[in-house]
Each structure stands twice: as structure tokens, then as C-alpha cells.
């Protein structure tokens, strides 16, 4: 489960990132500026928030197994649709389509994990899960670099979107939604899982009164729009900043452009791992998350303030990848959190805190192109993430993963 699990979050990053090692071929080809590949990075992230929620909720509603494999196929599909573009409205409207299609991807893999798995191994389940995703956007500059080289940017779509279309064969075969129903799960593992985590179903009204009455739900929505404004930069406009910005060729602000994402692959891991370790040694679950949280962000904060003053593009790179690898030992954490408070509809609670990053991600985008031609310079969009971060930390000591929604 945990291998389907990294290799989803491995492919959806992939797909994702490609688009921004294209970037300065696809500009070039249909004759777009700045601003519009901004638009054409900010409408993936619009439909996903659009979606987010109601495909978290779906999930929960009838099921992980189904809805992961029509996410995945869809979100695929477009992927190889998006190398077929001829214009500037028809990229518009592939990428409006690709970001529904994979809305809710994270927040249904995160419930099938935690149908999996007991409580005080989630966070190290999901510290895994997202190190896949780290390790899909690291690989994805250099492996799109080389691919654009020798087959072009359409050929490349074509090349992620079919690896997407395999993954759904595997996990549609494989999966079961509660693991007693599986053949392989034996009754020690389902013991080892708990009664709870096993038996729990789908279907239900979700408890929408509950989410938006609550102080912690809104903490964790505050806290992830935070999160994704300076990752955001990392996954669109990075190649772009390299080399505008440093004179890098395409392959190799490719290659720098997967260091951030490869310290944040280390950072997942290591959060996820130390969670779960300081939950044990200290007893208190919710100082515990608090603690990573809080100093993740301010770290990240630190690093994307250093990154902006930096002259050479090494160091620059190595002062995102620390912040990335600072700001990802949350990561675990919130997913952790948000499925806790969230119970049997920890979709739909994931969704919520999920949409917060898709809003922050049209932010993102667009500002960082508008910063980029107000003062020349993509340097002012590092500057705001360290300050947004500098808030995300704050908004961790209002978050209680013990404020359970069904409690």
C-alpha cells in the first residue's frame, strides 16, 4: 500500500512540474508572455480548488479505491492532451481540465493510507507518501530537460502521461478500500492496523457544520495556504528564474531546479519519522506536531530570505533546498493532523485544508510574474514567501490534531 502510495505522489509530481521545464519552449512556440504562462500555471490551480473538495468528499463517500483511479486517469489523460495544444486558449483550457482531474489526489491517497495503517504510524506513512511526491518533482526537471532535448516538450507530456495510465492498471487490480477484504491481510495485520482503522466504511453526511465552526480547521487552511506560496515558486517558475536571472541553459537550471524538491524529499521523511518518535518519547501529540510545524516554517522562512540575496545560482539553489527541506518536515505532520481531526471523512477534511494551497497557488503564480516585471527581478517573489512562511508558523500554535471533528 505504501509503495502504490509513493509511486501515485512520484507521477503526480512529475506531471505537475514538467510544465515549468517546458515553460520556455512552450512561451517561445505559441508566442505567450510572462504574464500569460503565470495565467496558464494559476488555471491548473484554480480547478483544483474548485474540485478539491468535492473529490475529497467522493472519496469518503464511495470510496477510495474507485475515485483514486478515476483521478489518476483523468489527470493522466490531460497530461498528454497538454502535448497536443496548438494555442494559447486551448493550453488555457487543457490545464483548467488537468487541475480538475487531479483534484482530490492527495487528500483520497491520504485516507486509503490511513485505512492502512494505525494512528501512530501515519505520520511516518505519510512522510513517505510525500517524499514520493518530492522525489517526482526532484527527477522531474532533469528527466524533462533531457526528454525536451531529444523528443521535444509535446513528446514529453505524452512520455508522464502514460506511465499515470499504468499506475491505475496496478492499484485497480491490487487495492481494497478495507484491508480484511484483501486476500494477502491476515488477521495479525488487521490487528496491527486496529479495529478501527480496518472496519471503518464510507458513506455518511459529512460533518460540513463541524469543519467550518472549527478553530483548528481553519488553522490548518491558514496554515497550508502559507505553505504552498514559496513551494509553488519551486514547481513553476524556477527553471525560468535560473535562467533569466543567472544565465543557466535549459539543462541545467533543469538540474538545479530538482535540488529544493530533493531536500524536501529528505525533509518528508525525516519529519514523518521524527513525529511519530516525539510523540512516543514526550506523550503529547498535539505539542509534539506543533513543535515540527512552528520550526519548519520559520526555517523555510530563513532560507527563502537568504535565497533572495544570494549572487550565484548555487547558493541560491542550496538556500531554497534547505528552506524546502525545512518547510517539507511539515508536511507529514498537517496530513497526519488533518486526517485525525477528520476521522472516517478525513477526505473531505483533507480537501478543505488541501484547497487552501490551490488558492495559494494561483496567488503565487501570478504575483510572482507581476513582482517579476514590476522590479525586474524574481528575487521580491522570495522575499514575500519568507514572510508568508513566517506567518504559517504562527497560525501552527492554534492547530490541535486532538480537536477531533466526531469527538
Not at 529528505?266 to 521524527?274: E, N, Q, S, T, Y
Not at 510523540?279 to 520559520?298: D, E, H, M, P, Q
Not at 538556500?319 to 488533518?338: E, F, G, R
Not at 501570478?366 to 521580491?380: E, I, K, N, P, R
Request: net charge positive.
Amino acid at each position: 500500500m505504501l509503495l502504490l502510495g509513493f509511486l501515485a505522489s512520484v507521477i503526480t509530481y512529475l506531471d505537475r512540474v514538467c510544465i515549468s521545464v517546458a515553460a520556455p519552449s512552450i512561451t517561445k512556440e505559441l508566442g505567450l508572455s510572462a504574464m500569460q504562462m503565470g495565467y496558464v500555471f494559476s488555471v491548473f490551480a484554480l480547478a483544483y480548488a474548485i474540485f478539491e473538495i468535492p473529490a475529497g468528499w467522493w472519496g469518503d463517500r464511495i470510496g477510495q479505491r474507485k475515485v483514486m483511479t478515476r483521478i489518476v486517469a483523468c489527470w493522466s489523460g490531460f497530461t498528454i492532451l497538454t502535448g497536443m495544444v496548438w494555442s494559447y486558449p486551448s493550453l488555457l483550457a487543457t490545464r483548467f481540465a488537468f487541475g480538475a482531474g487531479e483534484a482530490g489526489a492527495f487528500p483520497t491517497l491520504s485516507r486509503a493510507l490511513a485505512r492502512w495503517f494505525p494512528p501512530n504510524e501515519r505520520a511516518r506513512a505519510s512522510g513517505v507518501m510525500w517524499m514520493g511526491a518530492r522525489l517526482g518533482g526532484s527527477m522531474a526537471p532533469a528527466v524533462a530537460a533531457l526528454l525536451i532535448a531529444h523528443i521535444g516538450w509535446r513528446g514529453t507530456f505524452i512520455v508522464f502521461g502514460a506511465t499515470g495510465l499504468l499506475w491505475c492498471a496496478v492499484f485497480w487490480r491490487w487495492y481494497r478500500d478495507n484491508p480484511a477484504e484483501h486476500a494477502g491481510v491476515n488477521e495479525a495485520e488487521l490487528q496491527h492496523i486496529g479495529a478501527g482503522s480496518a472496519a471503518e466504511g464510507h458513506g455518511g453526511q459529512a460533518p460540513w457544520r463541524g469543519i467550518v465552526s472549527s478553530g483548528t480547521m481553519w488553522a490548518l487552511f491558514g496554515m497550508y495556504f502559507c505553505s504552498a506560496y514559496g513551494f509553488w515558486f519551486s514547481v513553476t517558475w524556477l527553471p525560468t528564474f535560473l535562467m533569466k536571472e543567472y544565465g543557466l541553459t535549459l539543462e541545467r537550471s533543469g538540474l538545479y531546479s530538482s535540488l529544493p524538491l530533493a531536500g524536501g524529499a529528505i525533509g518528508c521523511v525525516a519529519g514523518g519519522a521524527f513525529a511519530d518518535w516525539l510523540v512516543r518519547r514526550t506523550g503529547s501529540l498535539k505539542w509534539s506536531r506543533r513543535a515540527i510545524g512552528a520550526t519548519g516554517f520559520l526555517l523555510a522562512a530563513a532560507g527563502s530570505a537568504f535565497a533572495a540575496f544570494a549572487r550565484e545560482p548555487f547558493l541560491a539553489v542550496l538556500c531554497l533546498a534547505i528552506a524546502q527541506c525545512a518547510h517539507d518536515m511539515t508536511l507529514p505532520v498537517s496530513w497526519a493532523t488533518v486526517t485525525d481531526v477528520g476521522g472516517r471523512f478525513g477526505g473531505t477534511t483533507s480537501a478543505f485544508m488541501n484547497m487552501a494551497s490551490s488558492l495559494s497557488a494561483m496567488v503565487s503564480s501570478v504575483s510572482a510574474a507581476w513582482l517579476m516585471q514590476t522590479f525586474g527581478s524574481f528575487h521580491a517573489t522570495l522575499v514575500v514567501a519568507s514572510a508568508v512562511y513566517v506567518v504559517g508558523g504562527f497560525l501552527w500554535l492554534r492547530i490541535d490534531p486532538e480537536e477531533a471533528l466526531d469527538s
